[in-house]
């Protein structure tokens, strides 16, 4: 299967995800939470590779990379580094995805007043809104090109 296709395989399955998330911190909510984040993560490979080829980037080692070094490589020395680098930021792709992550991980503590960040159906909402914007930005951005 083309890369280009599994981005979009992979987007599909994490929207299917989000429409079934219950957000109890029962077992299959959980599973569905890391579903959630490792379609996504796919997804990001993906799109990662998809873009490298089809902007013949070199770099013998790229395909052995996770999603997040990938992503980082092409921040350096890719045309669409600007677009890419923001996502790097503190309100970026990457950085709500490790703290989803992170708050998966860590239970939250109920025995102090102000607790660790819960998560809420809004944030994978506004992540996964987030990851589509980066998408179609990549894409007219590079066919413009």
């Not at 792709?93 to 503590?109: G, Q, R, S, V």
């Amino acid at each position: 299967m083309d890369s280009k296709e599994l981005v979009n395989l992979y987007l599909d399955i994490s929207e299917g995800l989000l429409n079934k998330l219950s957000l109890n911190n029962s077992k299959e909510g959980n599973f569905d939470k890391y579903l959630f984040v490792l379609a996504l993560e796919q997804s990001l490979d993906s799109l990662a590779v998809s873009i490298a080829s089809s902007s013949e980037f070199e770099n013998p080692k790229f395909s052995s990379y996770d999603y997040i070094n990938k992503w980082r490589e092409l921040s350096i020395d890719h045309p669409a580094r600007n677009i890419i680098k923001k996502e790097f930021s503190s309100d970026g792709i990457f950085n709500m995805l490790i703290l989803i992550k992170k708050a998966i991980h860590e239970p939250i503590n109920e025995l102090i007043i102000v607790s660790n960040e819960t998560l809420s159906l809004k944030k994978f909402n506004l992540l996964l809104d987030r990851y589509k914007e980066f998408i179609i930005m990549l894409r007219k951005t590079l066919e413009e090109c």
